[in-house]
């Protein structure tokens, strides 16, 4: 689907740039938030891109049109964007793409302000998120919290990226439960729980629908283990067995053909098989939707307990497998989210503490100045009192360079040295990258660490961008 070419309107022109699903809905939100602008979205033809379907459910409630996304090839970017002319552009994607695009408006006559960010909770911090996107104007940053642990990630490797505090997208609701005049108290009943938030006299009654459904947001990456998957899939036959009068939801993201941000393994629709009762359903559908009828969340790590919370639905963080750092789901200490098997069998799903919600991702929106950022950053660059921040050429010259650029395009790329440069490139970066992930598996490694929220080597999970 492609839209006509026409200016933004009034306001700043911003286009934002991506192709896999959780980035889309992450940069359709983001921006969605913004008065006085029209946003576009420019998707990429990669590997990861996402389908129609995907793309209907990743904009769901984002106010962003079809008419306002456009398809691409690669080689169709800098010519769209040099007619174009935005003032800004966000690069949404993993860490490779984003790098391989700045490049493509490191080309452009009229250079945009550039921004980056992560789709969801970012602890611990990685080396490689702020690595590939060093180069870029602003790193969009969602709580307190990761912006302690970027700042210190930054001083440790030598990289300075400008950073500033947003509100994550899907979390937006959750400030008028914080406001201390609202006394918020949790009704169970034979229909389910009910979240109710009495106000002072002379405001309004403010609740949540009564809702019974258990709701788990699957994720690619953790666990890894195929054992562990299992056990997580025996977990959800089991609560739906106990009680058949409530829905267990499996939240999934892709559909088969379809295609996830991160690499899936062993997929609970296998896991799962024949052996689910009739109230174990299997739903594609946004997660906003889902958490309509949720009386609580469970997931390892996912961003949708974010989510959940914002929407008052408590949660459980699986701690069966253990709490750290490789399985994403140290930033629920202290929350008072983490619990096992039982207490989502049980139906005993909790709520954070105050200190921990303002500290991770719940902080007061007039904390949240990214927008007010661009808009300095902006009048800086028309002033020309901001340096483009480059990225430079690859170390290993035109070889390395092809060789990156089909990395990210897979069989979007036909070029004869993005081949060459595959056929030649890839045993050996994979081996590399083995022997990497193998040195960080020792003892006294930043993954093993539990005293910080940022790791220095590279991740321990094999998360292969080419599918």
Known sequence: MSAPDRPAGDG????????ADSFVKWSASLLASVPGIRPRLLLVRTPLTVSAAQQE???AGTGIHPDDVTRLAFGDVEPWLERQQPDVVVLAGRGPFVRLMGRVVDALPHRPVTVSGLPGMAIPAQRGALDYRRHTD???????????AFAELGRRIGVQVPSALATLPFARSRERMLAPERVRTLAASPAG???????????GVSHRPRATDIVF????????GRDDRAKIAEMLVRAAEVDPGRRVVVKLRSRHGETETHLEQDPYTALLGGRRPDNLVLSYQPMAEALQTAAGLVTVSSTAAIEALALGVPVIALDSFGVGKSLLNTVFVGSGLLGGGREVIGGRFRHPTADWLRDNYFHPSRESTWWERVEELVALRRAGGLPARRVPPPRGGPLHAAWH????????????SG???????????????????????SGGRTWADASTDYTLEPSPHHDSIRR
């Open 405 to 416: 650029r089909a990395s990210v395009l897979g069989r979007e790329d036909r070029s004869i």
């Open 217 to 224: 947001a699957a994720q690619a990456m953790v666990p890894a």
């Open 419 to 441: 081949r060459l440069a595959l056929a030649i490139g890839a045993p050996a970066t994979g081996a590399l990258g083995a022997l990497k992930r193998r040195g960080g598996e």
């Open 138 to 148: 602003l790193l969009v940053l969602h709580s307190h919290r990761e912006t302690r």
């Open 57 to 59: 459910t990743a904009l």
């Open 193 to 203: 729980v009910a979240v109710d938030e009495r106000p002072r006299a002379g405001e």
């Open 12 to 19: 700043l022109r911003v286009v934002a740039i991506a192709d």
